[in-house]
C-alpha cells in the first residue's frame, strides 16, 4: 500500500474520531463522576474547591484542609470526621451527581443531539473551570523545597491531571459541533426535506 493511499484512508477517519472522542468523553464523565462517590476521591478534590473563588464557599472550614489531608490508600478516621464535618463528602456527591449527568447527556445523541450539544458545551465550561485550578491551587506546582525545578512551568502531579482538561475542552467542541450538525440536519429533514 502506498503512502498515498495511507494518507487517504486516514482522511477519512474523521467521523470515526469523533465517535471514539465522544466515548471517550463519556468514559471519563461516568467514571470520575462516579468516583466522586468515595472518600478517597473527595479527599483528593480538596485542595481544588477550597482554594477556588468559584467553589471555596462550599466548605465549612477549607483554609485548613492541608492538616487534614488523605494520601491515597491511607485511612485517617480523624481526618474523615473532619471532611465529614467540612462539607467535602457533600460537595463531592453533589459534583459526581453533575459530572455523571453530562456523561447522560452526551448519551444521548443518536436521540436527542441537541441535548447532547448541550451537554457538550457544559463539559467545555466545566473543563475551563477545572483549568482555572492551575492559577488558583499552589499544589498544581511543584513546591520549594530544595530543588531547582519548582513554580512554574513544573507540574506537579495535581498540577498534571488539571492540565488534560486542555483536552477535554477541545473534545467537547468536536462533539458539541457534531451534535449540533446532527441536530440541524434532522431539523432540514424534519421540514419536508428542504435545506
Not at 456527591?93 to 448541550?118: K, T
Amino acid at each position: 500500500m502506498s503512502m498515498l493511499k495511507l494518507f487517504e484512508l486516514a482522511s477519512r477517519m474523521d467521523k470515526a474520531g469523533v465517535v471514539v472522542t465522544r466515548i471517550g468523553l463519556i468514559i471519563v464523565l461516568l467514571w470520575i463522576g462516579g468516583l466522586k462517590a468515595f472518600p478517597y476521591e473527595a479527599d483528593g478534590i480538596v485542595p481544588f474547591v477550597a482554594n477556588s473563588p468559584f467553589m471555596s464557599f462550599f466548605y465549612a472550614d477549607g483554609q485548613n484542609y492541608k492538616a487534614h489531608k488523605n494520601p491515597e490508600g491511607v485511612l485517617n478516621s480523624e481526618n474523615r470526621a473532619w471532611h465529614a464535618a467540612n462539607g467535602t463528602y457533600e460537595f463531592a456527591y453533589g459534583l459526581g451527581s453533575v459530572i455523571v449527568l453530562y456523561g447522560l447527556l452526551l448519551c444521548l445523541h443518536p436521540w436527542l443531539p441537541q441535548v447532547a450539544s448541550v451537554g457538550s458545551f457544559l463539559v467545555f465550561v466545566m473543563s475551563f473551570v477545572t483549568l482555572s485550578f492551575l492559577i488558583t491551587t499552589p499544589e498544581c506546582w511543584v513546591p520549594a523545597m530544595g530543588d531547582a525545578q519548582d513554580g512554574f512551568p513544573y507540574l506537579s502531579g495535581p498540577g498534571r491531571l488539571v492540565v488534560k482538561d486542555v483536552i477535554m475542552m477541545g473534545a467537547a467542541l468536536v462533539t458539541m459541533a457534531d451534535s449540533a450538525k446532527v441536530y440541524l440536519r434532522q431539523k432540514g429533514s424534519g421540514a419536508g426535506g428542504q435545506g
